[in-house]
């Protein structure tokens, strides 16, 4: 018995991420634990975790960022070593990730074009990590513009998923003491720096500083379009077990 094979590196099923392209919403993990104090004009210094990242402009793009948004909470931007709090920040990505989806086939069904079959459309069970989920015979976005499979030989489709992460803890200058310690993490298919972490950025000043231990999931819609208003970020708490 014989296995059709596609690797899709850029096509995914959407259930399956966490976050997409430019035009999907942004899902990101956030944990956060924190004793900050009220914002009452404290001074900050953005620097690397890494100090071979301290120079360099890319570094430099984000911290702006997470300055600008600390900014608009009430603290002030300071120079190193006279600023009352230390902000380190650390983020990066993995080198990727196959997912394998299995789709068993249980009968035949064909057809053209990507919206249904015109003849034997039996529905067809998807196996994703050992879970099955019932579907038509075509899967959107497969490209599959004719198919016909008179055994049911099970079909087995891979792409490649990254996972991205933003670290950022905050101390006290005067004494070295932590107020407040930050992780936010996505999976995507994308891997592009610049565009992942403004959103991880986003995701962590969401709702900041957040309850002291709280696990959450942050979703940041897509940017709109055709002069629609900018929709504002979702918290969900996590549950474990």
């Known amino acids: 018995m014989s296995l059709r094979r596609k690797v899709l590196t850029f096509v995914a099923p959407a259930a399956l991420l966490l976050a997409g392209g430019c035009a999907e919403s942004f899902k990101a ?13 404290q001074t900050f210094f953005v620097q690397a975790s890494d100090p ?15 300055a600008s948004r600390l900014t608009a909470l009430g ?4 120079e190193p070593g006279h600023a009352s709090l230390v902000v380190s920040m650390d983020y990066g990505v993995d080198n990727g990730h196959t997912e394998v989806v299995t789709t068993p086939g249980i009968g035949p069904a064909w057809g053209w074009g990507h919206y249904g079959a015109w003849g034997g459309g039996y529905r067809r069970p998807i196996r994703v990590h050992g879970r099955i989920a019932y579907g038509r015979g075509f899967y959107y976005g497969w490209d599959d ?33 932590t107020l407040f310690e930050g992780k936010a993490s996505a999976r995507s298919t994308d891997q592009s720096l610049p565009h992942i972490v403004p959103n991880l950025v986003e995701a962590m000043f969401t709702g900041f500083p957040g309850r002291s231990g709280e696990d959450v999931r942050i979703t940041i819609p897509p940017p709109p379009k055709n002069g629609q208003a900018p929709q504002a970020p979702t918290i969900q708490e996590r549950h474990h077990g």
């Open 145 to 177: 513009p004719f198919w016909y499979d008179p055994f049911g030989y099970p079909e087995i489709n891979s792409y490649t998923f990254f996972i991205s992460h933003l670290d950022m803890k905050i101390r006290r200058a005067s004494d070295g003491q």
């Open 75 to 78: 603290y002030r931007p300071g």
């Open 29 to 41: 993990n956030v944990s956060r634990f924190q004793m900050m104090p009220p914002p009452e004009g």
């Open 52 to 66: 071979r990242l301290q120079g360099g402009i890319e570094f430099q793009t984000y911290a702006q960022q997470v």
